[in-house]
């Protein structure tokens, strides 16, 4: 039987729940779901390619029909590589659509047979970006619920030394604290 093959692009930097609710949806209407992520040299990444790659890899190993891959070039150039038919991506918000619009109908010219489909993922998720997350996390805010735990972790690792010592500050002032009111209780 013909299987039907989705690409789902994007630059998961850093990848979030929204993006594993879309991921999750994905796997149950296509037969083979190939999560993309866009090699792009201008960019200055905060996860690197292999790091955002070993991430996605780990997320989304329970799923037999979801592989993980990078591509650099045009998205139906490597749509027509994989042997997808379908191109994935999700709309949040009203806000989403002009700009998803303009994308997927210029893919519609450049290969009219790569069919883009729209998926909303859960409401809970409509005002989450990979750009605020990284915003949140660098500034020192609590992305907890937004991105997978590993996601959390691999986020604390790489924020400003100076918010890693003042939670480092934070968190030894708390604790001599409570061993304060440890010895007087
Ligand atoms: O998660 P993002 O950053 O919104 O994903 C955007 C992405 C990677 C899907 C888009 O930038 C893309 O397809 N880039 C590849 C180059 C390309 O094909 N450009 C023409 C698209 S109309």
Do not use: C
């Amino acid at each position: 039987m013909h299987k039907v093959i989705a690409i789902y692009p994007g630059s998961f930097d850093p990848p979030t729940n929204g993006h594993l609710d879309l991921i999750e949806r994905g796997s149950k209407i296509f037969d083979e779901l190939v999560v993309a992520i866009l090699r792009n040299a201008e960019k200055a990444p905060l996860f690197s390619v292999t790091e955002r790659v070993g991430m996605l890899e780990a997320l989304t190993s329970h799923y037999e029909n979801v592989r993980v891959e990078t591509f650099d070039g045009l998205t139906v150039d490597y749509a027509a590589r994989v042997g997808a038919s379908s191109l994935l991506r999700g709309i949040r918000a009203l806000t989403d659509y002009e700009y998803e619009l303009q994308m997927a109908l210029m893919n519609r010219k450049l290969r009219p047979e790569l069919e883009t489909v729209f998926m909303m993922p859960a409401e809970k998720y409509s005002y989450l970006s990979s750009r605020l997350v990284r915003e949140v996390a660098q500034l020192g805010g609590s992305v907890k619920g937004l991105v997978p735990e590993l996601v959390e972790q691999n986020l604390r690792g790489k924020l400003d030394p100076a918010y890693q010592l003042s939670e480092f500050r934070e968190a030894t002032t708390s604790d001599k604290k409570k061993s304060r009111t440890r010895k007087r209780a």
